[in-house]
């Protein structure tokens, strides 16, 4: 089975710091994906990328950027963090290009930022 | 743009119980629909998806109908158990290369014994 792993469960920040949210994937995925979930508005697209070196912005990209250096791996980086950005926040890969395409989720990082 | 709106929660159903957690999208094109299920403390998987209108998407009991005409895509199960309490998704994706999901606000399900 696909092993989508998010480095940290449970992150605390301060405003203003730059944060690394890491995310790996072991099944050689091209795509990989960045969400924020928050309540009641379900997931939302921060980033992605479909090859390494390659990234798009979603539909929230403020205040965001993001790193793929090694196909299996995917960063978020918050430059600055806010309180604003404190949310749980999912990483997702998958392969091929059809839009029927699952996607893998890690199982999130909650990020509080004071 | 492409939306997802799904029926406000949370449900709290009794075990046996049917269930029915309403979805309709706004989308154009021809899009894929999907249902993603969120246990406690996991992150999402897949649990079905229909990809053309008509098609029946169906797994661990569940099923959803892709209703071109409504633009719907419901979950139904006929018979719920204390193991299906989570967090329900439902997603639309149309876009051409990596898939961009769009993902409704979710509706969390209670199954009490």
């Known amino acids: 089975d696909v092993k989508v792993t998010q480095s940290s469960r449970y992150l605390v920040k301060r405003t203003g710091e730059k944060v690394f949210l890491e995310c790996v994937q072991d099944?050689?995925?091209?795509?990989m994906f960045w969400y924020r979930q928050d309540p009641g508005l379900g997931l939302r697209l921060i980033y992605f990328s479909y090859d390494v070196k390659m990234k798009e912005k979603g539909d929230i990209p403020e205040g965001y950027s993001v790193s793929r250096e090694k196909k299996e791996r995917f960063s978020l980086i918050l430059e600055s963090a806010s309180t604003n950005q404190t949310s749980m926040y999912l990483c997702?890969?998958?392969?091929?290009?059809?839009?029927?395409?699952?996607?893998?989720f890690g199982s999130g990082t909650q990020l509080s930022v004071l | 743009g492409n939306s997802v709106t799904q029926m406000e929660g949370p449900v709290t159903l009794s075990e046996e119980a049917f269930l029915t957690i309403n979805c309709t999208y706004t989308?154009?094109?021809?899009?894929?629909l999907f249902w993603y299920v969120q246990y406690p403390g996991e992150g999402l998987q897949l649990l079905l998806k229909?990809?053309?209108?008509?098609d029946k998407g169906s797994n661990k009991g569940f099923e959803a109908t892709y209703r071109k005409e409504t633009t719907s895509f419901h979950l139904e199960k006929g018979s719920v158990q204390v193991s299906d309490s989570a967090v329900y998704f439902c997603a639309l994706s149309s876009g051409q290369g990596a898939q961009k999901l769009v993902f409704g606000q979710g509706t969390r399900l209670t199954i009490n014994p």
């Open positions: 997702a890969s998958s392969s091929g290009t059809g839009v029927w395409e699952k996607l893998f």
């Open positions: 099944m050689d995925h091209e795509n």
């Open positions: 229909a990809t053309k209108a008509d």
């Open positions: 989308a154009t094109g021809y899009p894929s």
